[in-house]
């Protein structure tokens, strides 16, 4: 049973990191089911603070993942009406693939600006907020289920 959850743990490690960039897979949840499933083997012995931590940091990430875009908005001077514009983008994105999950908040954010003040620089600096807010949440989910990776190996490694 210890080979097969392990098998399962380095399946669902891979699936986490590539999640990372496809917005149908949550790859931080994926990467804290992988340590899941070590900790029930034999080479698995995390302290119950480490796991419950790793659980409310892949739960964050994916609250983040839908928030951090609109925040970015806001942050580039956005309004309300760019900001819904982002948070609608990500919601559209998630059916177009990475593809979608980059420009249509881009999109969104533009076009909630533009039919707010018909100011097309003042949107496109609003909707490169849009971006940079979804840049930044690539790079912490890619931190953190790179982390849990990481953790997954270390403890792998330290009990052989």
Do not use: H
């Not at 480490?50 to 806001?74: E, H, Q, R």
């Not at 690539?138 to 792998?156: G, P, T």
């Amino acid at each position: 049973m210890d080979y097969i959850l392990l098998t399962l743990g380095v399946f669902l490690a891979l699936a986490g990191f590539f999640g990372c960039f496809v917005p149908v897979i949550p790859g931080p949840p994926l990467s804290f089911l992988s340590l899941l499933m070590l900790q029930f083997t034999r080479w698995g012995n995390f302290s119950t603070a480490f796991m419950v931590t790793m659980a409310v940091l892949a739960v964050a990430a994916v609250v983040l993942d839908y928030i951090v875009p609109a925040w970015g908005t806001k942050k580039f001077g956005g309004t309300k009406r760019g900001t819904w514009g982002a948070t609608i983008g990500v919601f559209v994105g998630m059916f177009f693939g990475l593809p979608g999950i980059v420009f249509c908040p881009l999109i969104g954010a533009f076009i909630g600006e533009y039919t707010g003040n018909n100011d097309t620089d003042r949107s496109l600096y609003a909707a490169m907020g849009s971006f940079v807010g979804i840049m930044t949440g690539l790079v912490l989910k890619l931190i953190l289920s790179s982390a849990m990776i990481y953790y997954f190996i270390k403890e792998f490694l330290a009990n052989i």
